[in-house]
């Protein structure tokens, strides 16, 4: 509770809960109070901002604020989904080798380092292009999750491997627990702030890697998202048109949440780590 | 008094951690029994092996080398620990780092049915609670709902120790149980121990860096120094006629009222 309090007296921390306040609005607010539909033509192509509509269309005379709510929201979605991946995978790997040590933890600790030193952008941009078909959003965010766990499982593996000589783990196991038992209740309950901590940058990351790859046209066929956008706009010469609108605001939107994360994620660390408390 | 039974016998007995160049013996060659119903102390300065030597008899740690025997069986011959844990316990040095922080102490002490097979029924593991409560002097109610850092280091003490009336162990390994408290509450501890020798028969060692609170307790001292234990006896041997240089530092270190009490108190 002190620390929520400290949280909410932190700057950086209320600015970054203001953005992204303000870019979860932006995605869920608008369907409720006008009718947006990302897939109807309004007008022609590269009309610029009116009163009507507020960011203009794009090249085939889609209205941009339909196209950047339902870009908005895939984004979210694909980010979400990459970090509750990559979080519970890097959790459980590091968890497990750290509190296992011994033989187990040298082969988990392999393994990650394996996975680590593989540029995971470039996975991705192999495993998307070789997909021709059925790349959905969903698909996009599972091949996220599993290339951007390790770092999770070698911060986790590390923390539990300092907690499994603690006191509290002693007593647990002369208590009688087995290995899951101190796992779930005496080891994780002892990360979770910092596993927040955690997902949350996992997020930022899986937002970013999204639009990169969409951007270079290996995004999700199916559904529109900032990426895809950008991805359009490059494609269909808004730069050269002029039409400022078509690529401007996906890219302040990306900007805008990535560091939303970002400072949420620094101030946070701030008040959990007391070593870095002023 | 002690029997002439062994409760513990090790031979060789080394812990090295480490590999290569950095490996470093935390227990190096120890040789030692541990009789039924004798009180030991291992007495020693920071990092000279003691904990590490205390949880190789609590199987927290695996010797590298060398025989330990509990009751004449390999200490890790049961496939389950549970069979050693459920009749040898640990009072832990820092009370507030051996219970978990997320948990009522309530259901923490209640956790310790996790040792048996088959736990008893909701109400009578409630009651055990309470009696084991009311052993340490503390009124169940007093601690109800309580989480660990809403409670004194006295009292916290005492509840580790209240673990082992529920528990009710043969032997019990004591690991610097009162370094972290008062005189007064420091008092109170040593006083529940004994109780709890009398009460159960219990063997007891007594992990320590306090020579002066050894001579009280034990009836044999274990000197350790760098793994090594270089000086085992009686209290009224170790402290009269030390033979190693370690056991006189730790000797000229205890403040020298206390020592004027070594020189004339009468054992109890």
Known sequence: ?278 | MPSDSLCFEANHLSRAFGHGRRRRLAVNDATFTIREREIVSLVGQSGCGKTVLAKMLLRLEKPTSGQLLFRGRPIDAAADPREHWRQVQAVFQDPYAAFNQFFSIRSQLKAAFHLFPQRPSEREMEERVDQALLAVNIRPPDIEGKYPFELSGGQMQRMLLARIFILRPQVLIADEPTSMVDACSRAGILEYLMKLKEELQMTIVFVTHDIGLAYYVSDRIFILHEGQIVEQGTPDAVTQSPTSPVTRQLLDDIPSLHREWIGRAPRA
Not at chain 1, 107 to 135: D, K, W, Y
Not at chain 1, 164 to 173: I, K, P, T, Y
Not at chain 1, 240 to 246: F, I, K, L, P, T
């Open chain 1, 1 to 278: 509770m002190k620390l929520i309090r400290h949280l909410l007296r932190t700057p950086g921390f209320l600015v970054g809960a203001t953005l992204l306040g303000l870019t979860l609005a932006i995605a869920f607010l608008p369907p409720l109070v006008m009718s947006l539909d990302a897939y109807q033509r309004v007008g022609l192509a590269y009309l610029p901002p009116t009163a009507e509509h507020w960011l203009g269309t794009d090249h085939l005379g889609i209205d941009m604020v339909a196209l950047l709510v339902a870009g908005l929201r895939s984004s979210l979605y694909v980010g979400f989904l990459a970090g509750i991946i990559a979080t519970t995978l890097g959790t459980l790997i590091g968890v497990y080798g750290g509190y296992k040590g011994g033989l187990i933890d040298d082969l988990l600790t392999a393994c990650t380092n394996l996975f680590l030193v593989i540029p995971s952008l470039i996975v991705l941009i192999l495993l998307s292009g070789s997909l021709q078909e059925g790349r959905s959003l969903t698909l996009i965010a599972v091949f996220i999750g599993c290339t951007t766990w390790t770092w999770t499982a070698r911060a986790v593996r590390a923390q539990a491997s300092s907690l499994r000589s603690r006191d509290h783990v002693a007593l647990a196991r002369i208590n009688g627990y087995g290995t899951l038992g101190i796992v779930f209740l005496h080891i994780l309950p002892y990360l979770l702030s910092y596993l927040f901590m955690v997902f949350i940058l996992q997020t930022a990351s899986g937002i970013l890697s999204e639009s990169v790859i969409s951007m270079l046209g290996l995004g999700p066929y199916d559904s529109i998202s900032l990426g895809n956008l950008l991805n359009q706009a490059i494609r269909n010469e808004a730069l050269s048109d002029g039409a400022w609108w078509a690529f401007f605001p996906p890219m302040v939107l990306i900007t805008v949440i990535a560091f939303a994360l970002y400072v949420i994620n620094t101030s946070m660390e701030g008040i959990f780590n007391p070593r870095l408390r002023k």
